[in-house]
């Protein structure tokens, strides 16, 4: 059958592009794409096939994948769905149009790729289909309710998913990612700004005394906790390796302490701990 072919979004920096250069290393015939073309193009430069696919352009989602196709003679062995983004602030302060638009790049665009994917792994007889998540798709925090809106619906719909894909030998993964060292928070600062009227809320202090300061790279306190984006890469290859592929890939310690509270604590509890992270 030759290399295997994966398709990653995503990959301008970060996961996405770790798990490219990493997957190409070993062999993969890697598809990384970018929503931006000078990405793209910058990818290509360093001899990765990069197709545009922005999640908030359907013509993309489609033309991208019908250029992979194209150059792969119609085989997809995986697709890893990375490619999202963050917007820090209180649920109240999120106006609505900012929620539509936070799940149509951390979801719906995820679901509409994946849709268009699935026939062809059907054909072929088999695929991996691995969506990466979070530690905050398995708990909520404060102020950051849009993104964990979006992976709390990202962790239900890849599980009915998985369940209806029974028997097809097309596998759905979750990979779970804590705190990773990228600059997924820095980039998450010209959504707040775009969509978050700070000075006229209530919790405009905390904004200004807290959270200001975390969409600064400067401001920010290395997590203990952190890992390099290789970590991620290590659980996605274990995901696309094994012959029986789990439902979920905990990435760093919060997560796997974060899967084992809300299974062991009473909600009052696991509230609490969650207010004081």
């Excluded at 970018?34 to 908030?56: F, H, T």
């Excluded at 936070?102 to 088999?126: K, Y």
């Amino acid at each position: 059958m030759g290399k295997r072919i994966i398709l990653i979004t995503g990959c301008s920096s970060g996961i996405g592009l770790d798990a490219a250069r990493r997957l190409q290393a070993r062999g993969w015939r890697v598809f990384a794409s970018c929503r931006r073309a000078e990405d793209c193009a910058r990818l290509q430069a360093e001899g990765l096939a990069s197709p545009r696919i922005d999640y908030e352009d359907a013509d993309s989602i489609a033309n991208g994948l019908a250029e992979v196709l194209a150059a792969s003679g119609g085989r997809l062995d995986a697709l890893f769905n990375n490619g999202a983004h963050g917007l820090l602030g209180a649920v109240e302060d999120v106006p609505t149009e900012a929620l539509r638009q936070i799940f149509e790049s951390n979801l719906f665009g995820w679901h509409d790729l994946t849709r268009r994917v699935l026939p062809v792994m059907r054909a072929q007889g088999h695929g991996r289909i691995l969506h990466c998540s979070s530690v905050l798709g398995l708990g909520a925090v404060r102020w950051r309710g849009a993104y964990v809106a979006t992976k709390f619906a990202l962790e239900g719909l890849a599980d009915s998913l998985r369940l209806e894909l029974r028997g097809s030998n097309i596998h759905v993964s979750l990979i779970e990612p804590g705190p990773i060292t990228t600059d997924f928070r820095i980039k998450g600062r010209a959504y707040f700004e775009r969509w978050i009227d700070w000075p006229a809320s209530p919790h405009a202090d905390h904004y200004r005394d807290h959270l200001l300061p975390r969409l600064n790279a400067a401001g920010v306190t290395p997590d203990p906790f952190e890992r390099p984006p290789a970590s991620v890469t290590a659980q996605v290859i274990r995901a696309l390796d094994t012959r029986r592929p789990k439902a979920r890939y905990y990435v760093t310690v919060p997560t796997h302490i974060m899967g084992l509270a809300r299974r062991v604590l009473p909600v009052r509890l696991l509230d609490l701990l969650l207010a004081r992270s």
